[in-house]
């Protein structure tokens, strides 16, 4: 019923060319196709037209996504980038809420509201990241932690098909650190995000609606969390900065 998703968040990685390069790679490596399951690119938003050339011109089987956006249509915000710019230039994804962006620009979660919204009047599927400290799971409120930030993600959203919200659960002290969650600890939390969802948008939709782990993600224990009920992918940072391991990625989903 939920399509698997594997996401790759290139982060502030690869410039011009060299995002146009990596994506080549994934059109090469992923020359038999990826099944039924949903792959997305976000690569740095100065890189999302050459993506999106070799997307077209190579009829990759994958989609393209945006790392961050405002949620104004146009004006003066210097720096920000707009909805429909996403838009135009194929973005079907963006990415909204990333840890980083929470800790070192101070997105607050009424900010990442807003930006679904945003997102989702312009057909972009938002891939919302929610994910708790160190401090707050050695506390034992992580699960508490998430379905608020959750709860205030999602409020006033509206979206008829469940396939256009994803949420990726990162708790923060995987991020890039090598200490992966287990596969239990994501399904602690990807199973409370899920009872969340079915309080916010009723029992139907919350199961259509992608639930995405991330933090340390790789080949080696993709595996784990897709066996888990409630984890539907995976949104990949320093693995998918290599062809060949975001592929193998995929090809364990696909598996
Ligand atoms: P990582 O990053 O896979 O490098 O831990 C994941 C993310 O931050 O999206």
């Known amino acids: ?26 059109v090469e490596e992923l020359a038999d196709g990826t099944g039924s399951v ?6 740095p938003a100065i890189d999302l037209k050459g993506v999106a050339e070799v997307i077209e011109q190579s009829s990759a089987p994958f989609a393209l996504g945006g790392q961050n956006v405002y949620w104004e249509e146009s004006g003066a915000y210097t720096g920000e980038t707009a909805p429909g710019m996403l838009e135009a230039v194929g ?8 840890s980083e962006r929470r800790s070192y620009f101070g997105e607050t979660d ?17 891939i919302s990241c929610c994910g708790e400290s160190l ?46 969650a287990t596969a239990d600890d994501a399904q602690e939390i990807c199973g409370a995000i ?6 916010v948008f009723g029992e139907e939709k919350a199961a259509g609606i992608r639930i995405l ?31 060949d391991s975001f592929a193998a990625m995929v090809k364990s989903a696909m598996a």
């Open 213 to 243: 782990y991330g933090g340390s993600a790789k080949p080696e224990n993709v595996g784990g969390y897709l066996s888990m009920p409630d984890v539907d992918g995976a949104l990949v940072g320093g693995a998918s900065l290599k062809a």
């Open 110 to 126: 009424e900010d990442v509201n807003k930006k679904a919204k945003a997102l989702l009047a312009h057909g972009i599927v938002p």
């Open 38 to 43: 949903d792959v997305v690119v976000c690569p």
């Open 194 to 199: 899920r009872a969340t969802l079915v309080e």
């Open 135 to 180: 401090e707050i799971r050695q506390a034992g409120e992580h699960v508490a932690f998430v379905v608020d930030q959750v709860r205030k993600d999602t409020e006033g959203l509206e979206f008829d098909d469940p396939a256009r919200y994803v949420i990726a659960y990162e708790p923060i002290w995987a991020i890039g650190t090598g200490m992966n």
């Open 91 to 98: 973005a079907a994804y963006c990415i909204i809420g990333h």
């Open 1 to 26: 019923m939920r399509n698997r998703m594997i996401a790759g968040n290139w982060k502030m990685n690869k410039t011009f060319s060299e995002g146009v390069e990596l994506a080549l790679g994934l």
